[in-house]
């Protein structure tokens, strides 16, 4: 599939895989909650496959999305973030609702996120609580990042 791309004012939101900048994306997860400590190169394979959403502004990276898909039923909107600076501004508001426009996320039957504090947000776009949690299960490891690399 070719690169999607949206422009508003100074920004830019684009899938090409040649503007997003590793480095950035793993500076900001690095430091975020949900995946501290998380080491560079787990970062590049996770892009690597993915279908990615860099919002820039500029050539710098402000933002980024990331979705797990098998781009027929099932989506995974990961790692999704727009740096301090930036926020109050409706940017995440225009990354979520543009990527949700992509070829490739429409007409899944599910498509699920975690989040911890910004319910308000997707709720905004249709996301709701899993209408049956108790089908739900999941492998979780708390603070992998911390213990693989040592930390506390």
């Given at each position: ?5 949206r422009?508003r004012g100074?920004?830019t939101i684009?899938t090409?895989?040649?503007r ?7 500076a900001y997860?690095?430091r975020s ?9 787990i970062?590049?394979r996770?892009i ?9 502004q500029g050539?710098s990276?402000?933002g980024?999305?990331?979705v797990v898909?098998d781009?027929a ?6 790692d999704?973030?727009v740096?301090e ?6 940017l ?8 949700l ?10 498509f699920?996120?975690?989040?911890r504090?910004a319910h308000?947000l997707y709720a ?5 609580p899993p209408?049956n ?6 492998i979780?490891k ?7 690399q040592?930390?506390?």
């Open positions: 599939m070719s690169d999607f791309e422009t100074a920004f684009t090409d895989p040649r997003i900048d590793v480095d950035a994306v793993h997860l690095s909650y949900w995946a501290e400590q998380i080491p560079r190169e970062v590049a996770s690597e496959g993915s279908l990615n959403f860099a919002l820039l050539a990276q402000i980024f999305a990331r898909t781009s039923t099932f989506a995974y909107l990961c999704v973030y740096l600076e930036f926020r109050g501004q409706g995440s508001k225009w990354l979520i609702g543009e990527m426009t992509h070829p490739s996320l429409r007409g899944l039957r599910r699920l996120l975690a989040t504090d308000g905004q776009f249709g996301f709701a209408r949690p108790a089908a739900l299960m999941e979780t708390p603070d992998f990042y911390k213990r693989a040592g930390g506390a």
